[in-house]
């Protein structure tokens, strides 16, 4: 039975990651800058990417959202709420999205009329990391408020990201969290190759840093 079940997780990534090099290839073709968001529920995705869209519009940059969750468009809404384009993408039961949904919100889009295009994924920093969405940066977003423990019990996802934000850096003393241990775990994890950033979309601290780094 276990052999049966890891065939079967086998195909269905092989199958995603098959989906998800068309949807790369389809968003390279249109010439639209694709990034996605992973990171827990109340991490603070939706903020940053409203915040990070404000920027890119200020830039003359055409963006759309895809608010991913399991049910209801509240994302979606707040989204709406600050000038920000998004289409919807429930996955009903799933706790992550895959390159199959992301497809289908792309397919809902007129794709000549973006330059970039945030994802923001489902709550959640273990599955997500098993599935390629197809975009050019996988970003995962973790908060002060989550304890300073974050990187050492969720080392895959920050394995598979190509950038790593800490939110919420404005109230690090209150929750009594010390970012340098976040900072250093990360560190140590990736080798000293990749940096984790810092920023509070509250005082929009640190967001220039995450432009640069993001090529905006
Ligand atoms: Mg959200
Ligand atoms: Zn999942």
């Given at each position: 039975?276990h ?21 790369y ?11 996605e ?45 600050s ?27 007129d ?8 994802i ?17 940066y ?16 969720h080392?895959?996802?920050f ?22 241990v ?8 990736t ?5 984790m950033?810092?920023c ?14 993001l090529?905006?």
């Amino acid at each position: 039975m276990h052999i049966v079940q890891v065939g079967m997780e086998y195909d269905v990534l092989k199958e995603n990651n098959k989906i998800a090099n068309s949807n790369y290839r389809l968003l390279k073709e249109k010439g639209i800058k694709t990034i996605e968001f992973m990171g827990s529920i109340g991490a603070g995705k939706t903020a940053l990417i409203i915040k990070l869209a404000e920027r890119m519009r200020e830039k003359g940059l055409r963006v759309c959202a895809i608010a991913g969750d399991v049910t209801g468009d509240d994302d979606q809404r707040r989204m709406k709420e600050s000038g920000l384009e998004s289409v919807n993408c429930n996955t009903g039961h799933e706790c992550h999205l895959d390159a199959n949904l992301v497809r289908k919100s792309l397919d809902k889009m007129d794709l000549d009329r973006y330059d970039v295009i945030l994802i923001e994924n489902v709550g959640n920093l273990v599955c997500p990391a098993d599935f390629p969405l197809g975009a050019d940066y996988r970003v995962v977003v973790i908060s002060t408020t989550e304890g300073d423990d974050m990187v050492r019990k969720h080392h895959d996802i920050f394995l598979h990201s190509d950038v790593a934000i800490l939110n919420k850096m404005d109230i690090a003393d209150a929750v009594g969290v010390d970012p340098a241990v976040i900072f250093d775990d990360y560190k140590k994890l990736t080798g000293g190759l990749k940096a984790m950033y810092g920023c509070s979309t509250r005082t929009e601290g640190g967001m220039d840093e995450i432009m640069s780094v993001l090529g905006l």
